[in-house]
């Protein structure tokens, strides 16, 4: 194994072992590399196909893959307000929101990954949503968007399914 590929690994092992986000920062000093080494080995990482999201807490382990957990997308639509009330919908009910995508009629599927797991996380996007004066991926596409949602079983994802129906929020 060469000195890459050594250090990769460590990455790995030090993303699924705190279970918390991770910056490019801490890990370049944890590695003594430089970030941009980082960044690099991330994306060849997920080449490999390890499931890594880049949050805007840090880089984590997509457990919900890896596990084995059952997800779906949801198609949704709703006013930007509504968004804290979309995603406590899906926490209440065991759901974890993984990403958020748009079908973009000229970049075609623009993806960002999200990992809002707890009503707090849920919380502290909406208000940053509330003071960013940039809008949300789903102002492009007239208020539609995807969500990917992982729960430890399928049946809660139809319930999940069934409570976003029900509020209004499931695009045709």
Known sequence: MNAGEARRARILELLKGTGEA??????????????????????????????????????ICRAGEESGQPMRVFRVKHETDRVLDEFLTVLELGGRILDVAVEHELYGQIRVDLLIETPQDAREFAARLAKCRDNPLKALTDDCHYHTIAAPTAKLLDLIGQALGEKGMLAD
Not at 28 to 57: C, F, P, Y
């Open 22 to 59: 991770m910056t490019g920062t801490a890990l370049a000093k944890a590695l003594g590399v430089s970030r941009q080494v980082i960044v690099q080995d991330i994306a060849l990482m997920r080449a490999e196909n390890h499931s890594i999201l880049s949050t805007n807490k840090g880089y």
